[in-house]
């Protein structure tokens, strides 16, 4: 069984741009959730995927965007790129179900200058 | 007022030391978590819990549902305990998204 991992690990971008960060699943976990985690502060509830289809979104605007897969992996997609958008970006997977635990990949690390 | 709130927010021990984390909450839950990160920036789960106490190994975590507070201790501490510590509540009313606190950062020295 393998874990939760997530590319690139580290990201350099700078203000403007686009970027696509990808996550993959544990085995056999068909929901994913994302989060942003500035320097100093908790994870922050960015949008969760279900079979697919978005069904829960934190108070992000719409230039962030995200996809599932028929594999249940993930990508997340931010656009325009702003200063304030260089956080730990962390996907977390589990199986669908209030009592599931969430178990979460290593992060990618995105710096926009 | 944050829904989530740690205390402390820093905390040095001497090794050995008994060690008590704090979390408060102000949502219905359906679970609590307490997660560990280090400096690299992954999380692991350490406990999950819903009610009562669990323990593993040196860890131990505490809830009270109707004081809406929740503790994690760490018995005979040793450096590598060294982490950020995370509570997060999963939201009863959402579809099992997290909430997450500030986290406490723990320096534990020998």
């Known amino acids: 069984e393998t874990g939760v991992t997530q590319s690139p690990t580290h990201l350099i971008k700078t203000r403007g741009q686009q970027v696509t960060l990808r996550c993959s699943s544990q085995s056999g976990h068909n929901t994913v959730s994302w989060y942003q985690q500035a320097l100093g502060q908790g994870p922050q509830f960015i949008f969760q995927?279900?079979?697919?289809?978005?069904?829960g979104r934190g108070n992000f605007p719409p230039r962030f965007s995200g996809l599932q897969f028929p594999n249940y992996s993930s990508e997340l997609n931010v656009n325009a790129l702003e200063l304030d958008d260089s956080a730990l970006y962390l996907c977390?997977?589990?199986?669908?179900?209030?009592?599931?635990?969430?178990?979460f990949g290593p992060g990618t690390r995105l710096t926009v200058t | 007022k944050n829904e989530v709130e740690q205390s402390p927010q820093n905390l040095t021990a001497q090794e050995g030391e008994f060690i008590t984390i704090n979390c408060s909450y102000s949502v219905g839950i359906s679970a609590l978590h307490w997660l560990q990160q280090h400096p690299g920036g992954g999380i692991v789960s350490l406990f999950m819990l819903s009610s009562g106490k669990k323990k593993h190994g040196r860890l131990i975590a505490t809830i009270n549902i109707q004081e809406k507070h929740s503790s994690l201790h760490i018995t005979a501490s040793h450096p590598r305990d060294s982490a950020v510590y995370i509570c997060a509540v999963k939201d009863g009313g959402s579809q099992g998204n997290l909430i997450f606190g500030k986290g406490t950062k723990l320096s534990v020295k020998p």
């Open positions: 995927y279900y079979r697919e289809e978005e069904n």
């Open positions: 977390a997977s589990r199986d669908w179900g209030s009592s599931s635990e969430q178990y």
